[in-house]
């Protein structure tokens, strides 16, 4: 009989436990908060230039590094300086690919993008510094340390086109490159 009230009393207290357990926030569980005095706006150069993608640092920390509606991967190199070019597809041209107001309705973005490249995904091999682009147009791009044009590595995967390469990445030890095609 006295090990019969000792079981209840065990089991009442393991779930009075467990209970807490569960009504109780743990500290653990709470979820970080993201102290905005830290982060920072970096606008965009004057112009049409809209709708930045991806962000990359350098091995060095450097950057950010975003690709931007014209076809270019553009760097922050600080206040002093600010955005800077640097790197373009092969078939980018300034002339051709820059919006400009009175551009805007005769060449507008979207209509200089399969030509000019629209970079959507950034990634640094940071052991040999170069950077891994994909284009949504382009399909995958590399450029070497330092920036400029870049080359064109992949356009098709086993016969077929690519549709939208969108995303990328490279594995840090094994320099492999992976990136999707939507």
């Given at each position: 009989m006295a090990s019969t009230t000792r079981d209840l009393v065990a089991e009442a207290t393991i779930s009075f436990v467990v209970l807490l357990l569960l009504l109780v926030p743990s500290p653990a569980a709470a979820v970080p908060s993201i102290d905005t005095t830290l982060t920072r706006h970096l606008p965009l150069p004057r112009g049409l230039l809209r709708d930045p993608e991806s962000v990359a640092f350098d091995a060095k920390g450097q950057g950010p590094y975003?690709?931007?509606?014209?076809?270019?991967v553009l760097k922050w190199n600080g206040d002093k300086v600010g955005w800077t070019t640097y790197a373009y597809g092969p078939e980018y041209s300034s002339e051709a690919c820059t919006a400009t107001l009175a551009a805007t309705v005769l060449r507008p973005?979207?209509?200089?993008?399969?030509?000019?490249?629209?970079?959507?995904?950034?990634?640094?091999?940071?052991?040999?510094?170069?950077?891994y682009i994909v284009d949504a147009y382009?399909?995958?791009?590399?450029?070497?340390?330092?920036?400029?044009?870049?080359?064109v590595l992949v356009t098709?995967?086993?016969?077929?086109?690519?549709?939208?390469?969108?995303?990328?990445?490279?594995?840090?030890?094994?320099?492999?490159v992976d990136f999707t095609d939507s």
């Open positions: 975003s690709g931007v509606s014209d076809g270019r973005e979207i209509a200089t993008e399969s030509r000019c490249g629209r970079p959507l995904g950034l990634r640094f091999h940071l052991r040999s510094g170069n950077l382009k399909g995958l791009m590399r450029v070497s340390p330092g920036g400029g044009k870049a080359t098709e995967v086993d016969g077929a086109p690519l549709c939208f390469t969108n995303r990328v990445d490279v594995d840090q030890v094994t320099g492999k």
